[in-house]
């Protein structure tokens, strides 16, 4: 296991928190909670260790795209990086759709 | 049935672990050798102790199993269970299995002083980890990237500040795990190479026959059926890396329908899920022989 | 098509039984609920522990939804997961006492404790055992076992225990898992690789047809509202931990000695003439019985020497006004899976009986003139065998700790006294339901959820390894000066060890015994006392410092 | 004018060997226990042998045998196989009995072929796709010997072969007319066979084999397994794909990705209104997962490559859809369907191991040198071929009034395989592979020109829209993740070939993630698979899940 922290620049600011996603084998839960910080920040807890560089490409990739503005925690038990991607934009999808 | 059986080397060892042996093959061994085998934590941290006491639980086992009217189709030995390999597979005979193995544990107690011994990384790919020894490895200063115990876990030797800087390397470089081993011995690279060929003057003399199935050789990962190969990988396996995922590899386009796995411990479980998913397999580390046997026996009924 | 709820996770599940736009979760995700005890130990947490709490209505009813996610570990309980359950069904028992009508409705997808939390989750489920008891007085406590991981460990006595159970095909109910019974017993016992063997004798369709479970639905949600809409209107209960007579005569009628297979068994169950069992009192024999720590105190307290009884496994007595109970071994008992002192089928059965006869026969007392009830605990574990599971074991257990938390929810007083081992489903059958837990401070003692040898199994690690991980961990530990530090006991009695028979032992031990009971006067009969004492509530090392916080934010969430 | 050639050798010399043979033979009926002596006596050495054996169908009861004959008799054989899938495939190798080797796929065996290869003992002629390897057996690699499977044999020697004729009609028929040797092993002999699958006067031995032939289950993927994001990817490719290009006619690789299509289309395409509108046509082998699609009504035809074990009472149950025999059983064949594939489909979807930055694809990894099974010839575009289908029509560049169509050919794959590695990469590892085993060609499945659709997670790269190497390269690198080849796309980039359509994301195909879960899957597992064949779908025990 091992904790992992970044910050993102972004713009998007969240109106409500969001959760998605289980700590199930292979797979993730993301929050995102609205933040009065200028830049995003992210907790991340992870079964895998090893992946910080894949972690910081992955998140880099994603705010490129999807610059929300929250405070992120992550749980995450071993899930591939698409997995991951896929928690993020469905996070970022069920807050578009509200 | 289409047997596996796997032999691991040293790291399972335990206190107690002789308690089941056959009484009578391990006076026989004792005798011969003139060796009395203690079966206690610290008596395992002598080579010689630990080589024959862990050759004498799978040679016991063997027979075991044999008694019971089992026999193996494939053999893998992880290096020092490639004796025991050889023996279960009709190649090399239980009285001259013995003396090699002391004389093995011998020389390597003498090989190497302080200094030297093995690591681990997990989670690069064996081309990766070679590139990065590559950075570090000098004359002066050796490191090799020595067994393939699963796609992503290369082993390394040599002498340990060198190890030490690969494994700082590893860890910059996305390495899940780097870390030395608790070995203290370069085992399974070319600076063993002076002990292997002692060990081959010593096999010379020994009458080897063909196996009766599949011998995976350590040192080349192939599958091979003949003398000649067999010795090679008795007397060199020291000198050369264990390829033991490529064993497995080639062990599962044999189409095994079981594997036992001999004691002790049980180091290889991850690679061999991996390879063989969910293959019946049975662990003498955990079951009797008697349980063994039942399960393997059940299993060719087709029952399950 | 139909609408799968097995595919659901556990929030979806909840969301998809009750009506649209009635529903809040309770400490859910965004509360920070954690559990303290997984990152130390290098495991990933989930921010709700994998229980949802969701109050809402099901077809118009009030209900309250407790689902238990499978896919975060296993859907082990431990100590904040443990918690929300209990919290949540004392705020349905609460409401339903003042007079609103609630429905408890419980997704069982678990295999039972938590390892990493093992003596914690064990705590945790024999209140939850307490609580569904208590509220079957007012509404039907309704379950449901849609599959994926089903339902094992102490959370299938938890699914005996409940009112009405609906599965689907896809589930298996069991107390041990075929793996941990072929780890304790052999593969010959059981060989856990059979997958056909494990479907069909754990799967819901042999269940239902031998009384284990209520009802098999389609796995689609529309199908389970249905049949819990009916379960709630026809006010169900099928009374699944009053069956003593019923599988004691079937016990009588079985010949443990010879194998049993489905078929056989499903005879057998067809075929059952039911007579009524009793326990007569345990009297002085001429031969002393297989040696224990359990029933050297058994003789100590009642004075019966050589103590014998109808049921050799099960001594009971009356002796200076109080009931005494113990589990032993018996080396040459008929089913071979007890001999070492381990709840059996007939075990938990016999408890029952002798149990329920005493709340029957003090039925028309007051409560303070009620019968104590002394738990002699040295059970090393439940017994582990294929039989066992066929037919049900986990009910067996559930009897047994229906009938004593029975007996203190009618005003008995009911304390354990611990001079053996307390171990997993065998602690929760006997011993987990007292609301004093007295022990002797003997580090021979083993307290704890699971076998070492099991655990090691399951975690993947060397029983030295395991040793190693849990000596500084009383989540984890074996030992009961670790376990007082979770604040469970009331006393640990210093000086005197399980083999000891002196009479300075016995007079210290009757002390305490009378000390544990004076302290029960005028008290709640619940089982409070485990999470509020000081060292529970302090929490210094260890403690039930998170039990208490979940509880604090259910009191502030519940009426919102 | 010279002596008079004598035209005939080759049917003299298989005269001459077969009455070697005669007294072992009650008309072409041999006994199981002479099986060793026959084969020692039909097989010369050096002679050019074809055994059967595919992906699923082996002649396991010839290829002991023939692992077990005197290599000082039969040695040096020249192997033409399309699958080496047993142990004992190479095990001839080892013993000498043969050196050469044709084929195409060798998953099963793919650690070992690469060991032999590297260490001389097996010999490569070529790595064929299936049709170059059938094709060459009437050009240059004409059979002495060929060993096949039947399920049953009546007294005269007529095979029926059933649901797993595959490939057995194209390789007797090579051998049945150039004087080459036909051997049959068969399950059971009877009097009467349900249909003649071959006749009687192309097949010289039969032999009863001591065991039924190997048959694996090989299409079968329990939906269990399929996760949500081979769910997204399948929905994207629905709407991005199926429904843009319109097309009907289709080929699915056998994974978990298109079998999660096959699951969505009951019931995603079917919320967005396509039934009856797209894919009533398919070449594949029947496969459990395509069962709730035939059930709804999505279905008009199949035709079938090979059998699939436990689909044969639904099959027969269901004449309309598949092609079956008037004994009511299914008729596959291997050749036929490659030649669809190649000629009659729009469209192939498939996946595989690792792509490379240029759009290049291939499942050799290092030291597994597994060969290809249909995907080569499913998956590339035959450039003399001219349709008037939408799909490939909507292929065609605008402003070539002589431009051609296309085939479309799709490979989907998640950025990241299960081991985390990752799938795109720069270079493949085909291409050491090539140099370790001196190929002559890169061992490639798919080339780049002939990829016309990659799908991931993250989105679509329509590569057929490039109009250069650079732009491909771009379109790649969008949506290949967090991947060495994914790290180099930028977002200035990527937004602008999204603006063009080159590379879509989930938004802009108007699909939503969260919608994205198993319970969108028409069948979560085998046991619904079951229930929606009404029971007539019999799955083997491995599957089994339920009580």
């Known amino acids: 296991m091992e904790k992992l922290h970044f910050n993102y620049a972004a713009t998007e600011k969240i109106a409500h928190p969001v959760h998605i996603g289980v700590v199930a084998s292979g797979d993730l839960e993301v929050i995102m909670k609205p933040t009065t910080n200028s830049e995003s920040t992210l907790d991340i807890v992870t079964g895998s260790d090893g992946f910080k560089e894949v972690w910081g490409n992955v998140l880099t990739r994603f705010f490129d795209r999807y610059p929300l503005l929250a405070d992120f925690e992550i749980n995450d038990f071993g899930a591939t990086p698409g997995v991951v991607n896929l928690r993020l934009t469905q996070a970022m999808e069920a807050l578009k759709n509200e | 049935m289409r047997s596996l059986w796997i032999f691991p080397g040293q790291g ?40 024959v006491g862990i050759e004498l639980l799978q040679v016991s086992q063997i027979n075991s199993l044999k008694a019971s009217g089992l026999k193996p189709s494939l053999v893998a030995g992880h290096s020092l269970g490639v004796f025991a390999a050889a023996y279960a597979i009709g190649s090399l005979q239980q009285d001259d299995l013995f003396p090699l193995v002391k004389r093995r544990a011998e020389l390597m107690q003498g090989a190497y002083p302080e200094g030297y011994g093995m690591g681990v990384v997990v989670g690069m790919s064996r081309k990766q980890v070679e590139d990065l020894v590559a950075q570090v490895h000098s004359d002066e200063h050796p490191v090799y990237a020595s067994n393939q115990n699963s796609e992503d876990q290369t082993a390394l030797s040599g002498e340990l500040a060198a190890i030490d800087q690969v494994v700082k390397l590893a860890k910059d470089h996305g390495a899940t795990i780097a870390m030395r081993l608790k070995v203290p011995v370069p085992s399974h690279s070319p600076l063993m190479a002076d002990v292997a060929t002692k060990l081959s003057a010593l096999l010379e003399s020994v009458p080897l026959t063909k196996p009766n199935g599949i011998y995976l050789a350590n040192n080349t990962g192939h599958a091979v059926r003949q003398v000649p190969q067999v010795e090679a990988d008795l007397s060199g396996n020291l000198a050369h890396p264990v390829y033991f995922e490529a064993m497995m590899a080639v062990a599962h386009d044999y189409q095994p329908d079981s594997i036992v796995n001999f004691s002790p411990g049980r180091p290889f479980r991850k690679v061999l899920g991996q390879k063989f998913g969910d293959l019946h397999q049975v662990n003498l580390d955990q079951m009797s022989v008697s349980d063994v046997e039942f399960l393997l026996n059940k299993w060719e009924r087709g029952t399950n | 098509m139909s609408n799968s709820f097995v595919e659901l996770h556990a929030r979806q599940r909840a969301l998809a039984l009750l009506d649209q736009g009635t529903t809040r979760e309770l400490i859910g995700p965004f509360d920070n609920m954690i559990s303290p005890h997984l990152e130390p130990q290098n495991i990933v947490p989930e921010a709700d522990d994998g229980i949802v709490i969701m109050k809402g209505q099901l077809d118009g009813k009030d209900s309250v939804i407790i689902a238990i996610e499978g896919a975060f570990q296993g859907g082990g309980i431990g100590e904040v997961s443990g918690a929300k359950i209990v919290s949540a069904l004392e705020h349905v028992l609460a409401d339903n006492e003042a007079g609103h009508t609630e429905y408890p409705i419980i997704i069982l997808d678990t295999g039972g404790v938590r390892l990493q939390e093992a003596n914690y989750g064990l705590l945790s489920i024999s209140e939850i055992h307490n609580m569904v008891i208590a509220l079957k007085q007012y509404v039907p406590v309704i379950g449901l076992v849609p599959g994926r991981v089903g339902s094992f460990g102490g959370m299938s006595i938890t699914n005996a225990l409940l009112s009405y159970v609906i599965g689907t095909d896809k589930a298996r109910i069991g107390l041990n898992g075929p793996e941990v019974i072929e780890q304790e017993a052999g593969v010959k016992e059981w060989d856990a690789s059979d997958k056909n063997l494990i479907w069909n004798t754990l799967g819901t369709k042999q269940r239902q047809a031998t009384g284990i479970i209520d009802e098999v639905v389609d796995d689609d949600v529309k199908a389970f509202r249905t049949a819990i809409s009916a379960a709630i209107n026809e006010n169900k209960d099928s009374h699944r931990d009053q069956r003593g007579d019923f599988y004691l005569s079937l016990l009588d009628q079985l010949d443990p000695a010879k194998p049993l297979d489905i078929e056989g068994y499903d005879k057998l169950f067809k075929a059952v003439e039911v007579k009524e069992h009793h326990l007569a009192a345990a009297v002085s024999g001429s031969k002393p019985g297989t040696k224990s720590r359990g029933r050297n105190w058994f003789e100590l307290l009642t004075g019966i020497k050589k103590a014998q009884s109808d049921v050799p496994t099960v001594l009971q007595a009356q002796a200076g006004g109080r009931q005494y109970i113990a589990i032993v071994p018996d080396e040459n008992n008929r089913f071979p899976r007890v001999r070492h002192g381990e709840v059996g089928l007939q075990e938990g059965y016999t408890v029952a009986s002798v149990v329920n006869d005493l709340i029957k026969a003090d039925a028309d007392k007051p409560a303070d003139q009620k019968t104590p009830i002394v738990i002699v605990v040295d059970v090393p574990s439940q017994a582990y065998g294929y039989k066992e599971e066929l037919i049900g074991i986990h009910m067996s257990l559930a009897s047994a700790a229906s009938a004593y938390a029975r ?13 053996g081992d307390a171990v997993s489903g065998g602690f929760l059958a006997q011993g987990l339901q007292s609301n004093r837990l007295v022990a002797l401070d003997d580090l021979d003692i083993t307290i704890q959820a699971m076998s070492k040898a099991s655990s090691a199994r399951i975690t993947q690690r060397t029983i030295a390894e395991l040793e190693e991980a849990t000596k500084h961990v009383p989540a984890m530990a074996y030992d009961i000066e670790n376990y007082q530090k979770l604040g469970s006991l009331y006393n640990l009695i210093k000086g005197v060890k399980g083999y000891d028979s002196s009479d300075e032992a016995v007079k210290t031990v009757k002390k305490a015994l009378d000390e544990a009971f004076k302290s029960l006067e005028g008290v709640k009969p619940d089982l409070s006392f485990r999470y509020t ?26 009426n919102k | 004018m010279s002596e008079a050639r004598n035209w005939a050798t080759h049917r003299e010399a298989k005269a001459e060997k077969l009455s070697s043979v005669a007294s072992l033979l009650n008309g072409k009926l041999a006994k199981t226990s002479d099986a060793k002596a026959i084969l020692e006596n039909l097989i010369a050495p050096g002679d050019k042998v074809v055994l059967e054996g595919d992906n ?28 080496i899938s047993r142990p004992e495939h190479l095990d001839i190798f080892e013993d000498g009995i043969a050196s050469k080797m044709d ?47 039947a399920d049953k044999v009546d007294r005269d020697g007529n095979l029926y072969t059933g649901n797993n004729t595959e490939e057995t009609p194209v390789i007797v028929e090579s051998a049945a007319f150039h004087d080459g040797i036909v051997i049959v092993q068969a399950n059971e002999i009877v009097d009467k066979v349900p249909r003649v699958d071959i006749p009687a006067d192309w097949v010289d031995v039969v032999i009863p084999a001591d065991e039924p032939y190997q048959l694996e289950p090989l299409f079968t993927r329990d939906p269990q397994n399929i996760t949500e994001l081979q769910i997204l990817m399948g929905m994207m490719a629905i709407r991005g794909i199926y429904e843009k290009h319109n097309v009907q006619s289709v080929n699915h690789g056998v994974g978990f990705n298109t079998a999660a299509i096959e699951l969505l289309l009951p019931t995603y395409g079917e919320q967005l209104g396509l039934k009856g509108k797209i894919v009533p046509n398919w070449e594949v082998n029947p496969t459990p997962t395509l069962i709730p699609a035939i059930e709804s009504g999505w279905v008009q035809s199949i035709h079938s490559f090979g059998g699939e074990v436990g689909m044969e009472q639904y099959i027969a149950a269901r004449p309309d859809i598949f092609f079956v025999g008037p ?25 595989t191991l690792q792509i490379d930055q240029y759009g290049n694809s291939s499942t050799v990894t290092n030291g597994r040198l597994s060969g290809f099974g249909g995907a080569p010839n499913m998956g ?46 720069d270079s493949l590892d085909a291409v050491e592979v090539r140099k370790e085993a001196k190929l002559q060609n890169v061992p490639i499945m798919i ?71 198993r319970s969108l899957l028409a069948a979560q597992n085998m046991e619904d698979l079951v229930k929606w064949s009404k029971g007539l779908y019999n799955p083997p025990a491995k599957f089994r899940s339920w009580s």
Request: overall charge neutral; cysteine-free.
């Open chain 2, 12 to 51: 399972g060892q335990h206190a107690g672990m002789l308690k089941d042996v056959d009484p009578a093959l391990r006076e026989h061994v004792e005798q011969m050798l003139d060796l009395k085998l203690l079966d206690t934590d610290v008596a395992y941290q002598d080579s010689v102790q630990l080589q």
């Open chain 3, 407 to 419: 007996a203190r929810q009618a005003g008995h007083k009911v304390v354990s006294f611990i001079p």
């Open chain 3, 533 to 558: 004492n000081d060292i529970a509530v302090e929490g210094v090392a260890g403690g039930r410092k998170a039990t208490n916080k979940v509880r604090a934010l259910m009191d502030a969430q519940w």
């Open chain 4, 56 to 83: 699923q169908k082996q002649a396991s009861f010839l290829s002991k045998v023939l692992a077990s004959v005197d290599p000082a008799r039969v040695h040096d054989l020249h192997m033409i196989m399309s699958s």
């Open chain 4, 103 to 149: 084929f195409s796929f060798a998953g099963p065996q793919s650690t070992r072929v690469s060991q032999m290869i590297a260490d001389g003992s097996l010999q490569v002629g070529d790595i064929h796709t299936y049709l170059e390897l059938y094709a060459r057996m009437f050009v240059d690699l004409i059979p002495n010997v060929v060993l096949v499977a």
């Open chain 4, 327 to 351: 004994d009511g059983s299914m008729r596959s064949n291997r050749a036929f369907g490659q030649m669809a594939g190649q000629y009659a489909l729009d469209m192939f979807v498939g996946s």
């Open chain 4, 380 to 425: 590339s575009n035959p450039t003399g071929r001219r349709h008037s289908t939408p799909a490939w029509q909507s292929l065609r560049p605008d402003n070539d009034p002589l431009g051609k169509g296309q085939k479309l050919v799709v490979q989907m794959v998640e950025t990241f395989g299960s081991n985390k590695r990752p799938v795109f990469v």
């Open chain 4, 447 to 517: 080339y780049s020109e002939d990829t016309t659709h990659i799908v991931t997670e993250e989105g679509i790269a329509y590569l057929y829209k490039t109009s250069s190497m650079a732009e491909r390269q771009a379109a790649i690198e969008a949506i290949a993740g967090v991947t060495p080849v994914g790290l180099r796309s930028n977002p200035a980039q990527v937004a602008d070939l999204r603006a063009r359509g080159i590379v879509a994301f989930p938004e802009d195909l108007g699909v939503n993630r969260n919608q994205a879960t």
